[in-house]
């Protein structure tokens, strides 16, 4: 079972940055898809995701509505992934859950999707407000 542990989230101004991290504390994630979701107050997580990365070759999928403000990152060790959020917006409020699916596919947008996750974390919230 792969175990992930989300952090980095918080309170920050409209127009600020966060960093969010997802670590794994049990496998490494070169074999898996990864990605991001949101879930905004008052609604259901988000079913397509805001970006993934594939853990083989880090190739990654940025949602249009956040391309340019959020990228997607995994470190050397491959077992922690990052989204960057710059320019944040009251929008963007939610709580952020890493989830990792056990394959790769070679459609990366398709393959970012709730349905394709196997694992997730608990969440970290972010909270966009002045």
């Known amino acids: 079972q792969v175990q992930l542990v989300e952090s980095g989230g918080g309170l920050v101004q409209p127009g600020g940055s966060l960093r969010l991290s997802c670590q794994s504390s049990?496998?490494?994630?070169?074999?898996?898809?990864i990605g991001w979701f949101r879930q905004a107050p008052g609604r259901e997580r988000d079913r397509d995701g805001i970006s993934c990365i594939s853990g083989d070759d880090e190739h990654t999928y940025i949602k249009d509505s956040v391309k340019g403000r959020f990228a997607i990152s995994m470190d050397k060790a491959k077992t922690t992934v990052y989204l960057q959020m710059n320019g944040l917006k009251s929008e963007d409020t939610g709580v952020y859950y890493c989830g990792v699916a056990g394959t790769i596919g070679t459609n990366l947008q398709a393959m970012c999707h709730s349905r394709a996750m196997d694992f997730w974390g608990k969440g970290t919230p972010v909270t966009v407000s002045s």
């Open positions: 049990s496998y490494t994630l070169g074999h898996f898809t």
